[in-house]
C-alpha cells in the first residue's frame, strides 16, 4: 500500500539559545517542546479548541542534531490516524534548510473532564484531522 500525503500543519518555533546543552547541541526534551509548540498551535483551530485532549503515547527519533544556528525551525503535523477516541500526529521537525531533525508520532486521547474518562472523537475535530490526514491507497 502506497501513501498520498496531503498538505501538512505548518508551525515555525524558535530556537532558544539555552536550549542548546554543552555541545551546542538542542537538548532532546527541548525538540520534544518544539513538537509540543507545533501541536498546540494546530490544536487552536475553532473546531478544537475548547476540547480535551490528552496525550497517551509519544514515540520520538532524532535524526539530525539542533544547534541555536538552525533555526527557526518548523514543525510539520499530519494525521496518521484517527479512531473512534483517539488518532495519532506525526510531527516532523525541520531546521531552516529544510532537514528533517526529528520525527516523533504522538496518541492523543478526547478527555472528558467530568468523568476523566475518553470521550469520542467530535466531527469537528475529525474535520480538521482531515484536512491533514495522510491516506492510505491500494
Not at 54 to 81: C, N, Q, W
Not at 96 to 108: E, Q
Not at 111 to 126: A, C, H, L, V, W
Request: charged fraction near 25%; glycine fraction near 8%.
Amino acid at each position: 500500500m502506497a501513501a498520498i500525503s496531503v498538505e501538512p500543519y505548518r508551525a515555525q518555533v524558535e530556537v532558544r539559545w539555552g536550549d542548546s546543552d554543552q555541545l551546542g547541541h538542542v537538548n532532546n526534551a527541548k525538540v520534544v517542546e518544539y513538537m509540543q509548540e507545533g501541536r498546540i498551535k494546530f490544536l487552536q483551530s475553532d473546531e478544537m479548541r475548547h476540547l480535551a485532549i490528552v496525550v497517551r503515547k509519544m514515540d520520538v527519533e532524532f535524526l539530525l542534531p539542533i544547534k541555536y544556528e538552525s533555526g527557526p525551525v518548523t514543525v510539520e503535523i499530519t494525521a496518521m490516524h484517527v479512531g473512534n477516541t483517539s488518532y495519532t500526529l506525526r510531527h516532523t521537525v525541520l531546521d531552516r534548510n529544510g532537514g528533517v531533525c526529528a520525527r516523533g508520532d504522538a496518541v492523543l486521547v478526547g478527555f472528558d473532564m467530568t468523568t476523566e474518562r475518553p470521550r469520542p472523537i467530535t466531527d469537528g475535530e475529525r474535520s480538521v484531522l482531515a484536512r491533514h490526514r495522510v491516506a492510505a491507497t491500494t
